[in-house]
């Protein structure tokens, strides 16, 4: 043309960031034990009852089920650790959504994990790119064999595509749970047997990102094994739930277990027979979180804590679901807030979204006035 441009042509402002487009709403995040992967609002799961049978909680295929459960939101970032010792990250917008009932997507596709690897534990984290936070908080792992490990976050801060190692595993162990602490907090191992050793953190040095790690708990024979571990962080809140293999929990509290060195056979935190089955899951719970648990046939439960009653450390527990069919165990255990605190959330939500709506734009106003 033979004018000269009369427009003037900006690149765009301001970056470009996903997160923007996805409300950060309360999900759950299910792997099953062939490696499916799927994300679900947390909505979808009601609370029913301590003692009923559950929920139809994922179709999956022949021989498959639902063995984790981890509570997110949409902005965090998952920390993906394989029983082999390796770290992968993921968005957790990246992850396929589906309803209950939607199997997932194969995470071998989503990940660069190795045919003969597997996903067993995850963190869920917001704020990698904050210095201040990564450089005061530490992962720590624990083993089968009974090995605890502690690393800086910040060696596990800078995403990388084919993943990196995050602990060395010797032969015959593997990753058993992988926790957050910020460096003064207490842990708890728990073994199947039913027993718990409690210790200061302090007791374990921070270690570089694939160090082996050393003892934590002593273990009964061959066929024993690490379940689970927890990170208190306020003793006189927080209760000790503790999970069987037959559908069987009970609470207790953190101080019942005295504090010991690392290392050590611990306590009695329940009490093992034929009922109820060996201990599969350990979790730390107030009032305000309820329970998700999913056996291998993939029926799913959610009831509140509240109505578990706190007990003495050493007893078998209530019933908490009813496995309704015969050789059926429990899968998977993980704690999600209370559905009272979720309708909240929700609405607190809603009536920001709707302020946002209403408030009225003012230079759009004055630019229609001037017109």
Partial sequence: Y???????????????????????????????????????PLSEFREQARGGVGSKGART????????????????????FTRKGRCYWLKCYEIPEGDKNFKGRAIQNMLNIEPDDSVNAMLRLRGLNDEEFVNSHYVVFATKNGTIKKTCLEAYSRPRTNGVNAINIVDGDEVVDVRLTNGKNEI???????????????????????????RGMQLDGDDDQVVGMIIVNNAE??????????????RSQVEDYRKTNRGGKGVKTFSITEKTGRLVAIKN?????????????GIAIRLAVSDCRVMG???????????????????????????????????????????????????????????
């Avoid at 009369?6 to 995040?29: C, G, L, Q, S």
């Avoid at 979180?289 to 999913?294: P, S, T, W």
């Fill in 285 to 297: 719970v107030t009032d305000d979180n309820d329970l998700m648990i999913i056996n291998k046939s």
């Fill in 188 to 214: 708890i191992l728990a073994n199947r047997n039913g027993r718990a050793v409690r210790f200061d953190e302090n007791t374990v040095r921070s270690m570089g990102r694939v160090s082996t790690g050393v």
């Fill in 2 to 40: 033979g004018d000269e441009r009369r427009t003037e042509i900006k690149p765009f402002e301001h970056e470009f960031n996903a997160e923007d487009f996805y409300p950060n709403d309360p999900v759950v995040i299910t792997v099953s034990h062939m490696g499916y992967i799927k994300r679900t």
């Fill in 313 to 371: 450390r050493a007893t078998q527990g209530v019933r908490l679901i009813n496995l309704s069919k015969k050789n059926d165990v429990i899968a998977s255990v993980c704690k999600v807030m209370s559905s009272e605190l979720e309708a909240k959330l929700a609405d607190d939500n809603a009536e920001q979204e709707t302020e946002a709506t209403d408030t009225p734009n003012t230079a759009e106003n004055d630019s229609e006035n001037e017109k």
């Fill in 61 to 80: 295929r022949e021989q498959d089920f639902t063995e984790y459960i981890y509570p997110a939101t949409m902005h965090q970032t998952m920390l993906f």
């Fill in 237 to 250: 809140t927080e209760t000790v739930m503790v999970v069987s293999e037959n559908g069987y929990g009970k």
